[in-house]
């Protein structure tokens, strides 16, 4: 009933930028947190960003000063524009939503939900 759609991956050498797209579609009455993601070969998946409904962001202490996340809530969309990229950034990347959705009963509920992922690599 709701999907999460990303796009924006790809290959980029060290120094190069990418910009990664979420777009939020299904019966969504209002997204709170949405966030981006990342899990690197061997290692756990981490916060790389995050941004309320109120537009306050938190970034992971290894992306501050060279990523920055934004969202049109108009639009069910979140961005994150990666500038400076390094090798160790190299991760598959993945959007998240806190939302509000309605059943098919129609009762509205809260969930969260993930997307399927974007590949992004970074070459040295």
């Known amino acids: 009933q709701v999907q999460l759609v990303e796009s924006g991956g790809g290959l980029v050498q060290a120094g190069g930028s990418l910009r990664l797209s979420c777009a939020a579609s299904?019966?969504?009455?209002?997204?709170?947190?949405m966030s981006w993601y990342r899990q690197a070969p061997g290692k756990q998946r981490e916060l790389v960003a995050n941004i309320a409904s109120g537009g306050i962001t938190n970034y992971a202490d290894s992306v501050k000063g060279r990523f920055t996340i934004s969202r049109d809530s108009a639009k069910n969309t979140v961005s994150l524009q990666m500038n400076g990229l390094k090798p160790e950034d190299t991760a598959v990347y993945y959007c998240?939503?806190?939302?509000?959705?309605?059943?098919?009963?129609?009762?509205?509920?809260?969930?969260?939900?993930w997307g399927q992922g974007t590949q992004v690599t970074v070459s040295s």
């Open positions: 998240y939503a806190d939302l509000i959705m309605r059943l098919a009963n129609g009762v509205a509920t809260g969930r969260r939900y």
């Open positions: 299904g019966s969504i009455l209002s997204i709170n947190d």
